[in-house]
């Protein structure tokens, strides 16, 4: 049982480059959620998706956009990365009626 | 204003001693609250939710008060393996989650 995994684990990107952290999970859970974590901001919400078909923003949205390609799969795309978006990208799930979060390993992010 | 506050420490105690930390929100309608820990480059783990009577999971006590709008987390004994930063999480709406930036615990031998 993987639970959630997340690719690719680092990345080092030039200004003004696009890419698409994965994400996926294999318990089912209804609810998927992208954070950033920067040093003295703590965890903040990107983006989420309460179901599958569904995305909503977070708190911190601006300069990312996010596909909830399947139940499994949550994919959040910077299309023209800025060094602000150094960082490290955790993906999240958790089942309905439940508030426990599952995290992946995170995504270390550079942009230079 | 932020929506969960934190002192950011750091905490260094010795083993065997009792540590709290505490952690405000600003949100009066807040539904539900956790302590997530979290160890060097690694995930979030949920450590304990934070019910209204308190609750204890062994050397482990969580608080709420809402009149007050804090969270505590109470550790005693302190071991080693305690070391983390723990994270004080609130959720208004139960699809949004807000996270504190963490206290940093290193219990010292």
């Known amino acids: 049982n993987a639970g959630v995994t997340q690719t690719p684990k680092f990345q080092v990107l030039k200004t003004g480059q696009s890419m698409t952290l994965q994400c996926a999970q294999d318990m089912n859970h209804n609810s998927m959620y992208w954070y950033r974590q920067d040093p003295g901001m703590g965890l903040r919400l990107i983006y989420y998706?309460?179901?599958?078909?569904?995305?909503d923003k977070g708190e911190v949205p601006n300069g990312y956009n996010v596909s909830r390609l399947n139940k499994r799969e949550f994919s959040l795309r910077l299309e023209s990365a800025a060094p602000s978006q150094t960082s490290v990208y955790f993906c999240?799930?958790?089942?309905?009626?439940?508030?426990?979060?599952?995290f992946g390993p995170g995504t270390r992010l550079t942009v230079t | 204003r932020k929506e969960v506050e934190q002192d950011p420490g750091p905490f260094n105690v010795p083993e065997g001693a009792t540590v709290a930390f505490n952690c405000t929100y600003s949100n009066s309608a807040s539904q539900s609250f956790f302590w997530y820990r979290q160890d060097c480059r690694k995930e979030p783990k949920l450590l304990m939710s934070v019910y209204s009577s308190g609750n204890e999971d062994g050397r482990f006590t969580a608080q709420l008060n809402r009149a007050s709008q804090y969270i505590s987390l109470l550790i005693r004994d302190s071991k080693l393996s305690d070391s983390a930063t723990y994270l004080c999480v609130v959720t208004p709406t139960g699809n949004q989650f807000y996270f504190g930036t963490g206290t940093s615990l290193t219990v010292i031998p």
């Open positions: 998706s309460a179901s599958e078909g569904t995305t």
């Open positions: 999240a799930s958790r089942t309905s009626g439940a508030y426990e979060q599952y």
